[in-house]
């Protein structure tokens, strides 16, 4: 089965500057990559996603991208605010049918942006 | 945009009785509706796959007579802790997704279950 790798497990970063999240993945059929944020005690949060076939994908502050030789995907966050501050999971999905199939999810990374 | 509603968000019961958690899909149809428990400080772990109208399938590991799971619509899954025990205390998710036109996959808002 899959397999998902996040790093690293915390974050520091001071307010404005960039951080970064990688995630490896084991099954070359996995093509779709979505990034969830948790606040405490909440479900996990749609971020930001891609699929396969896109290399990059940017929404403001925050971009994705995909490697699908090397099977490593990123998480791109510029000029942090306080309130980006939560835990970031990564994952991976085979699409076969609609809906049908089961995310796998990387360890969790615990961005701390510090004011 | 699709939503997920779980209820309830919080829970206590007591060793031995059994907790019910529902799960709704509020703007949109779910064939499959997924079951995780998390917890404190780690990630997501699938316990088993709702299917509309059909048994669930579980992971390894998962007992399938402790966690019941019953998909009876298109928009509502519930998971029931039965003979609940302290060590079942958990945060427990719901997620599912549009039935087509899609990937994402919406999560509710989780349950803690305390169990004493």
């Known amino acids: 089965g899959e397999n998902v790798e996040q790093h690293p497990s915390t974050l520091s970063v001071q307010e404005g500057d960039s951080a970064v999240i990688k995630c490896t993945y084991s099954d070359s059929a996995s093509n779709y990559f979505p990034w969830y944020k948790q606040e405490l005690g909440k479900g996990p949060q749609l971020i930001i996603d891609?699929?396969?076939?896109?290399g990059e994908k940017k929404d403001q502050r925050i971009a994705v991208t995909l490697n699908k030789t090397a099977k490593h995907f990123s998480l791109h966050i510029t000029e942090t605010q306080p309130e980006d501050s939560a835990v970031y999971f990564c994952?991976?999905?085979?699409?076969?049918?609609?809906?049908?199939?089961?995310?796998?999810f990387g360890g969790g990374t615990r961005v701390l942006v510090k004011p | 945009g699709a939503v997920v509603s779980q209820h309830p968000s919080r829970v206590i019961c007591k060793s031995g009785t059994s907790v019910k958690i529902e799960c709704r899909s509020l703007?949109?149809?779910?064939?499959?509706m997924f079951w995780y428990r998390q917890f404190p400080k780690q990630s997501l772990m699938l316990m088993a796959t709702?299917?509309?109208?059909?048994?669930?399938?579980?992971e390894q590991g998962v007992e399938k007579d402790k966690f019941l799971i019953n998909h009876a619509s298109l928009t509502l899954s519930t998971l029931t802790v039965t003979s609940a025990h302290p060590e079942d205390s958990s945060f427990y998710i719901c997620s599912a997704a549009p039935l087509s036109g899609t990937y994402g996959y919406t999560f509710g808002s989780g349950t803690r279950l305390t169990v004493v």
């Open positions: 709702s299917n509309e109208g059909s048994k669930a399938t579980y």
């Open positions: 703007d949109f149809q779910a064939t499959t």
């Open positions: 891609i699929r396969s076939n896109v």
């Open positions: 994952a991976a999905s085979t699409y076969l049918e609609a809906a049908g199939n089961k995310l796998t």
